[in-house]
Structure formats: structure tokens, C-alpha cells
């Protein structure tokens, strides 16, 4: 009898092995060697494209291999070093922003910062591509939920958890306080990414409550979870972000490929839906914290609007700590038009 149950044991333990391996595969197997040339970024008939270093706010012209070209509207338009994009923006308007010029300069990748303040309130959404709903097998619509931390540089490191997962994320960032469902405010865009301890999301997680009013907000946003991209770039056109594809990589191994056109709930959808769901209760951990503002979602905050297939969390293979994020992996997130993020896991 013990050497049959002891069979059974080894072989259900395969069985949930085999199934883990099979159901954690990667999407896709393509591998690079070396790194591309960062994206381009837009033509200014379609967009402007903003950065930032401790000497004040640039408008990028260029990209040449790990520096930008760009003008100084610091110097032009005020001697503050932290110049407010939005109120900026909302002086000159778009079409002056396009004919802005000036000498240009040269600037060092890494010198460049936050593109802008955007505080620490931020707003989120999940399952919003049908691939990502599909593979952590939630049949639920999409859901929203509050990500409450500062970002942090393009080339942060991420603070190493257990469970540790990647989800590269398109970011809205409305330019002025959205005070109403109907408010339809000019966005900004920027790449970011979500991280998450898996493992926190499961243990707080209550199902027989709303999705994403428990277990996100605490396992979403914990120190450093949100690294975000150097570039703020502001179009002409709303729908602009289609034309937008990311790619995220783990050690030069691609995981991630979509096009921000796929996205179930598109930015003003978020908006209108983050007034009804505001009514909900949500936690971090046992803490109830507000969905968005009593005064509406801030202009300069983030709207996280989704991530695709190709996260390492599967419901099956929570308990296999060996195929998460890992002490000294490099994590890069790349986007058309907003540059990259580089993330070392310390």
C-alpha cells in the first residue's frame, strides 16, 4: 500500500510539473545578440516629444544612438529648472509647441530624468488585452485598480521579491484634472511598466469581492514597482497610440510583443469607467484606499491601460518560485515613439 500510494505521489507531482513547464512556456523564442538602435521618435506634425536632466525641460528633436538632440524650453520660455509641462502645455498650445526652436543640444541618455512630476496617485487597469485575460484565466471584463507609488527613472532598478513579474504598460497622462466621466482632456503618453509580487496579489486576493478591489494595489505598489520612461510625448491626434507597439525583453529574450490598438477598454473608456467603479471599496492589504481622487483623476497622474500575453504568472505555477524574475535579470521595455525602460533586479 505505501508503495503504491508513494506512486501516486510521484506521479501527480510529475503530472504538476509537466503542466507548470507546459503552461509557463514563453510566447515567443526569439533572441537577440545586441541591442537595436532606440525607436525613433515622432515627426512633429504628429506628435511633440518632451525630456527632462536636473538642468530643465528639453523638446527632443532627435535620437542618435545613446544621446538625444534637443532644445532647451527652459531657457526660452522660464529659468526654473522644473518648468510644469502641463501648464506649459496649456499656454502655448499644441500647434506652438511644433514650431518651437532653438540651439540645440546634445544630451547623454542617462542624464535624462522623470520627463515630469506625476505624483503618486495613479490610476490602472487589467485584462484589458484578451491575451493576457486568456492566459491567467479570467473571464471577467476589464477591471481597474489604484497604483499608488511615485514612479521612477527609465533605468531604476526594481526591488527583488519573490514571485517577482514584468507587464509592460502603455501610460495615459492627462494633461489637465479629469473632473467627470464626460471630461475629455488631451493625454500625454509614456511607457511604463507594472510590476508585481504574485505571490502578495494571491495571498490578498478575495474573490467573492469585486476584481482589483483586493490584492492589486499592495502587490502592485510596493517600492520601485513602477519604473517609467524618460520621453513624454503629447500628439495631435487622440488616436495616435494605436500606431504604438511594445516589446518587453528578460535578458535579451523577447516575452512580450502587442500593439496598443488591441486594448479592450481604450483611454476614454478607463476614464468613464474609473467614475463608476470609484463607488467600490478597495484595499491595500487591509487599508481602504480610493480608486481615483474625491476630485477626479489628476492631470500629470498615469492611467495604466493594460498589458498583453507573455507574463511569467499562470494560475498553475504560483507555487514555482525558480521561473520568476530573478536577482540580476535585466528587464527591458520598449515602445514606438517613447524610447525604453532598463530595469536590473537588485
Known amino acids: 500500500m505505501f508503495k503504491y500510494i508513494s506512486l501516486v505521489i510521484v506521479v501527480l507531482l510529475l503530472v504538476l510539473v509537466t503542466t507548470t513547464a507546459y503552461m509557463s512556456r514563453p510566447l515567443f523564442s526569439e533572441q537577440r545578440s545586441e541591442l537595436p538602435a532606440l525607436p525613433a521618435i515622432a515627426p512633429r506634425s504628429q506628435a511633440v516629444t518632451f525630456a527632462r536632466t536636473e538642468n530643465g525641460l528639453y523638446l527632443v528633436t532627435d535620437i542618435q544612438s545613446q544621446n538625444i538632440e534637443a532644445i532647451n524650453i527652459s ?61 491567467v484565466l479570467l473571464d471577467d471584463p476589464p477591471f481597474l485598480f489604484p497604483k ?31 473632473q467627470s466621466p464626460d471630461d475629455k482632456p488631451f493625454f500625454g503618453l509614456i511607457l511604463a511598466n507594472d510590476f508585481t509580487d504574485r505571490w502578495t496579489l494571491i495571498k490578498g486576493l478575495n474573490l467573492r469581492k469585486p476584481m482589483g478591489t483586493t490584492g492589486f494595489a499592495a502587490s502592485k505598489g510596493q517600492k520601485s514597482f513602477l519604473p517609467t520612461g524618460c520621453f513624454l510625448v503629447i500628439p495631435k491626434d487622440e488616436d495616435f497610440y494605436n500606431t504604438i507597439e511594445l516589446r518587453l525583453y528578460v535578458n535579451n529574450k523577447l516575452r512580450q510583443r502587442f500593439k496598443a490598438e488591441d486594448m479592450i477598454l481604450k ?80
Open 75 to 135: 531657457s526660452i520660455y522660464g529659468s526654473d529648472t522644473q518648468l510644469d509641462l502641463i501648464k506649459l502645455y496649456q499656454k502655448i498650445g499644441h500647434d506652438s509647441m511644433t514650431k518651437i526652436t532653438g540651439p540645440l543640444e546634445i544630451i547623454d541618455l542617462n542624464e535624462l530624468q522623470l520627463p515630469m512630476d506625476f505624483g503618486a496617485v495613479h490610476l490602472a487597469a487589467g485584462t484589458n488585452y484578451k491575451e493576457h485575460s486568456e492566459e
Open 148 to 178: 499608488n507609488i511615485p514612479p521612477t527613472p527609465w533605468n531604476a532598478s526594481i526591488k527583488y521579491t519573490k514571485r517577482l513579474d514584468y507587464e509592460a504598460e502603455l501610460a495615459a497622462v492627462p494633461l489637465s484634472t479629469i
Open 267 to 346: 483611454i476614454n473608456d478607463i476614464v468613464q469607467q474609473s467614475f463608476v467603479d470609484s463607488n467600490n471599496v478597495f484595499y491595500n492589504g487591509k487599508t481602504e484606499v480610493a480608486l481615483i481622487p474625491k476630485e477626479g483623476i489628476k492631470g500629470g497622474s498615469m492611467i495604466l491601460t493594460g498589458t498583453a500575453g507573455g507574463v511569467i504568472f499562470k494560475p498553475v505555477n504560483i507555487w514555482w518560485q525558480g521561473i520568476y524574475l530573478k536577482k540580476g535579470d535585466v528587464v527591458r521595455t520598449e515602445a514606438s515613439f517613447l524610447g525604453n525602460l532598463e530595469n536590473k533586479i537588485d
